[in-house]
């Protein structure tokens, strides 16, 4: 049964409520947590804000690991071994593109399937779904060194996400149109707030926007069944 925690972001104090509901899902002091950054990351200036913000949480930001750059294989069996891994925000794109590349989309599949717990930010939890057009309307797009046709992710949920609701022109327009297009409900999400699976629950925290056969709805901290 799948754990999956969707954050908009992780800059706020309002995250304070889905940084509960992570410890809660996790259920231990002091866990692992592996982290996977959107991009090389050569100064580790994001992975020591992210060490610190996990700390105050009581939990260890312990692997580091890339898979653009400095891709290291041999730290596989360290990264899986952690009790979350987190999937850190960024250009999408890039991302998507680099986790294919690396065979990472199946391992990630398989390391939840088996209870590790994924922990997505912005482009990370967009990475959490079945696909990430939704990214264009954050103003993320492709390198023309990487573009991409297949736009699919790793399908974890049956929804889509849009993050940062609250930056964006014309978010819940844009929304109605994707659910559409798509044939697919989308939740867009302020910062602040979050979306926690928790095997077959599907939980809201904050002010979720639903967006399902162009139709718009509010859902404001519940739990239902997926």
């Not at 939740?187 to 699976?197: A, F, L, R, S, W």
Request: with cysteine; proline share 4%.
């Amino acid at each position: 049964m799948a754990k999956l925690v969707l954050y908009s972001d992780q800059e706020i104090p309002a995250n304070h409520k889905v940084d509960q509901r992570l410890q809660a899902l996790i259920g231990k002091s002091h866990p692992n947590i592996g982290y996977i950054p959107s991009a090389s990351d050569s100064e580790q200036f994001w992975y020591t804000q992210k060490r610190t913000y996990y700390a105050a949480l009581g939990m260890d930001l312990s692997v580091y690991f890339e898979v653009d750059i400095d891709y290291r294989p041999e730290r596989l069996p360290q990264l899986f071994a952690c009790d979350a891994i987190h999937l850190s925000g960024g250009n999408t794109y890039h991302f998507l593109y680099w986790l294919r590349s690396r065979g990472m989309l199946s391992r990630l599949s398989e390391y939840v399937a088996g209870g590790g717990i994924l922990i997505g930010v912005s482009a990370g939890s967009i990475l959490i779904t079945p696909e990430i057009s939704s990214t264009s309307f954050c103003n993320d797009f492709p390198l023309s060194s990487e573009a991409m046709t297949d736009l699919s992710a790793l399908g974890l949920v049956d929804f889509a996400f849009l993050p940062h609701l609250n930056q964006i022109t014309n978010a819940v327009l844009l929304m109605q149109k994707y659910s559409l297009q798509h044939n697919q409900a989308i939740y867009g999400c302020q910062d602040g707030d979050g979306i926690v699976i928790d095997g077959n629950k599907l939980e809201f925290i904050g002010k979720i926007q639903k967006a399902e056969n162009g139709k718009l709805e509010s859902v404001i901290t519940t739990a239902d069944q997926v």
